[in-house]
């Protein structure tokens, strides 16, 4: 296993902007939305000159508390303790590290189940529909109250790539590296498919309600089904045969009848319950949402990627990994062949890995070697840059 | 899978390095370590890209901040546009690749020039090697057994040339390794090289 150090005891904060109706947030659907608090947390110290600040963008499920513990009886620390840490690959020693929660989240930041102080109860699905771009455009306001001008790279997963090409593309000159991981400029059908049949588990769970089900029993079999689709298309055929092959649960022989018997079946049951207790139907509904509507050549170039990278300003280190089938290494290589094409700096790597579009929170011990490097390179860029 | 020519291969890079202008943007392929491209970008400020198969080889470009993509040359350079970079570099990979015929076509296309450098098996000590001793012939630059050398299209200076005029391909410089020492023509080049750095363009 890796490093053990840790960060250790972390906070998570909140800063609240967006509050007046003249100063109210303009979101990608052309509604005008506040006020907005963003949950996030830092970690490490930003240097003097403010320019060693790394914002890690979080996936669907994830959220602010990315690493260490936020009491010391916590039996896990946060989702990407083994990348951020002392002397990890984004070592809070040398760098100032700010993970934030997602607009429409459901772990601090606004989104469907806070209280619209309006009318003093859950938005529901009075929240309006938020993309990717939005969800960028409240981390800058973020990183600007954190007196940040410029980062020094942006990176995520999955949905945190998009957030991370999104900043590329967004704010060109306020990142001076971008790190995408098993991640894709926009999603395929069959991406849309899965996210859509979770959607449908939801919005038919008679719970549900429309969106009103605060206060009240949550579509907790929807939400559950959702996530077991979800964990479906995060793992590989050759991950699953690994871990749970054909194999039964506690007994020798079939039961002939229909209770989960085998392993994968009581694993997905155990993922699914699992993330009722801690995650919000409702936001479910609005991330994934955004991850389908996100489709970077559309929205910057007119369909092309190429067109739209020729306004990227800054480095880019794209990972993906051979199993993975949500997000495949195709995808990844059609950023990378219009960042060429569009003649800017970008590295590729796709890392042999089994297990699927999980491998990004997995693979930590070559995602950390290759990003280590990529920092301290970049870094140094920066710091020659600022002497010139 | 390529092999680096530790006394010969800062030969043939300082012979790239020479021949390569300032400003202009180059396709380093198969890169390795990425140790040409630092030297081009840092001293002659060009645009470099580099491109290799091997991971720990990526990394290692990576930490020397040269943008770095990970691609088999096998499957061609599809993704890359016509006429994209003033030079292509192909530089001791030739050798390994499955078709090297389409490769060097491939690098034409993307690059305005190519610079092509090959160990030479027209060596007078390969030929010895294989006129007395009877086996396939090793050497400090070819040092593999027949059996399992990524080293599968052996070429001579001779070869290349012929292949040159077969393809329509224009030779603009030529230069030849021997030892520590280089020349553009000198003595029975395709006897007494080590290798060759070959300049070319459609």
Known sequence: MGNNKTIGLVQTQYFTFAEYKDNYLELD???????????????????????????????????????????????????WEDMIGPGKAFDTDKYFVICSNVLGGCVGTTGPSSINPRTGKPYGMAFPVVTIGDMVKVQHRLVEYLGIEKLLTVTGGSMGGMQALEWALRYPDKIASSIIIASTSCLSAQSIAFDAVGRNAITFDPNWNNGNYYGKPVPATGLAIARMIGHITYLSDEAMHRKFGRKLREREAFSFDFISEFEVETYLDYQGSKFVDRFDANTYLYVTKAMDYFDAGEYYGNGSLVEAFKRVMSRMLVLSFTSDWLFPPYQSGQIVDAMIKAGKDVSYLDIDSPHGHDSFLLEFE????????????????????RVK | MKQYLTKDGRVDFSIIAEWINPGTSVLDLGCGGGRLLEFLIREKGVQGTGV???????????????????????????????????????????????????????????????????????????????????????????????????????????????????????????????????????????????????????
């Not at chain 2, 410089?173 to 003595?187: A, L, Q, S, V």
């Open chain 2, 52 to 202: 290799d198969i091997d991971r720990d080889k990526i990394i290692e470009c990576i930490g020397r901040g040269i943008p770095v993509v990970q691609q088999d040359l096998n499957l061609g350079l599809k993704n890359f546009d016509d006429g994209s970079f003033d030079y292509v570099i192909l530089s001791q990979t030739l050798q390994v690749v499955h078709y090297p015929i389409k490769l060097i076509n491939e690098i034409l296309r993307v690059g305005k020039h190519a610079i092509v450098s090959f160990p030479n098996f027209a060596h007078y000590r390969m030929r010895f090697s294989l006129m007395l001793g009877g086996h396939m012939p090793k050497s400090k630059t070819l040092p593999y057994e027949w059996y399992d050398t990524p080293n599968i299209h052996n070429v001579t200076i001779k070869d290349f040339r012929e292949l040159c005029r077969k393809e329509n391909i224009k030779i603009i410089k030529e230069m030849h390794i021997r030892g520590k020492r280089t020349t553009p023509n000198g003595f029975l080049p395709n006897m007494f090289s080590n290798a060759s750095v070959v300049l070319i363009s459609r």
């Open chain 1, 29 to 79: 659907s052309g509604v005008r939305f506040g006020p907005i608090t963003v949950a996030y947390e830092t970690y490490g110290k930003l240097t003097p000159e403010r320019d060693n600040a790394i914002l890690i963008c979080h996936a669907l499920s994830g959220d602010a508390h990315a690493a260490g513990y936020h009491s010391p009886n916590d039996s896990k620390p946060g989702w």
């Open chain 1, 366 to 385: 070559i995602e950390s070697e290759v990003i280590r490097n990529f920092l301290t390179a970049t870094y140094k860029m920066v710091q020659e840059e």
